[in-house]
Structure formats: structure tokens, C-alpha cells
């Protein structure tokens, strides 16, 4: 494996996912605010569905544009990388593959929580939980990438910035 495609460590990765969430905070925000306002909902649950799918594509929209670009603001802030097997950068149509698997994150917690009345301590131990969980079995892929990753193949990458000569 050549030193340009090694994956940052697994620290950097977790980082620059929380500074994601926290960044995507203000997108979802305003995109949320936005479709309220057009949609003329006075309540929280009014329109519930319609809102949960505007932001689905708004976020797919946002991770699908900047995988194409090859890196999101917290990326960037990190320096790391999104590229393709190969070291190229992420076609469109892979950029979004990306996105659609990332939801792993997800859906299995939420899955579970489907059936179940949870509280909101135990909704969050088993997020929390499944989250560590996905995150440490990137220990076991080959060169240390999210299985996500891997499904799309696609593999985050250090980006130091260059030095001046």
C-alpha cells in the first residue's frame, strides 16, 4: 500500500464524524426551518414524514456533493480525504453509494428501537453503543476503513497539507 492511501487513525475519524454532526446541526436547522416556513407547519409533528425526507435529501444532497469534491468541511478541517479504491476521486454515483451505506450507522439501532418503548437513557446507550461498535470493526478491515467504506469502495485517506518549499 503505497503512504498516500493509509487511513487516519480511528481518533481522527470519530473527531472529524462528531464535527460532522455538529456542523450538519446547522444545515439541518436551517433546512428544517425553511421547510416548515414553505410548508406552512405550525406544529412539530405536522407534515412529519414530508420533513423527514426533505432532510434525508438535503444530507444526501450535502455528503453527495462534497464526496464528489472529495472532502466536507470537517474532512477538510482533519485533513482527510475521501477517495475511491484507487486513490482517485469519487465519482458522483459512488459519492452517493457512500452516503446510502453510511446509514449503517443508523439503522440498526433504529431498527431496534421500532418494536420497543425506550427511554431516552436507554435509546441513547444502544445509539452510543452500536456507534463504538461500528466504529471498532474498522480494526478488522485490512487497512483499518469503515465496512461502509469498504461496501462502496470508497476509503478515507490522510491529507496533510503541503508544506512550501
Wanted: charged residues 15%.
Amino acid at each position: 500500500m503505497t503512504p498516500d492511501l493509509i487511513a487516519p487513525s480511528l481518533r481522527r475519524r470519530m473527531a472529524c464524524w462528531l464535527y460532522e454532526g455538529l456542523l450538519l446541526f446547522g444545515v439541518l436547522f436551517i433546512s428544517g426551518y425553511l421547510f416548515s416556513t414553505l410548508s406552512q407547519s405550525r406544529h412539530a409533528l405536522d407534515n412529519r414524514h414530508g420533513l423527514q425526507a426533505f432532510l434525508f435529501l438535503v444530507v444526501g444532497i450535502y455528503f453527495t456533493w462534497f464526496g464528489h469534491k472529495g472532502q466536507t468541511l470537517a474532512m477538510k478541517t482533519w485533513h482527510i480525504r475521501m477517495v475511491d479504491i484507487h486513490g482517485e476521486a469519487l465519482s458522483q454515483k459512488r459519492a452517493f453509494l457512500r452516503y446510502v451505506l453510511s446509514w449503517i450507522w443508523f439503522l440498526p439501532p433504529l431498527a431496534l428501537l421500532a418494536p420497543y418503548t425506550l427511554t431516552g437513557g436507554e435509546t441513547t446507550v444502544l445509539f452510543i453503543g452500536w456507534v463504538l461498535v461500528w466504529a471498532v470493526l474498522s480494526r478488522f478491515h485490512p487497512q483499518r476503513q469503515f465496512w461502509h467504506d469498504a461496501l462502496a469502495g470508497t476509503r478515507l485517506i490522510n491529507a496533510q497539507p503541503r508544506t512550501p518549499t
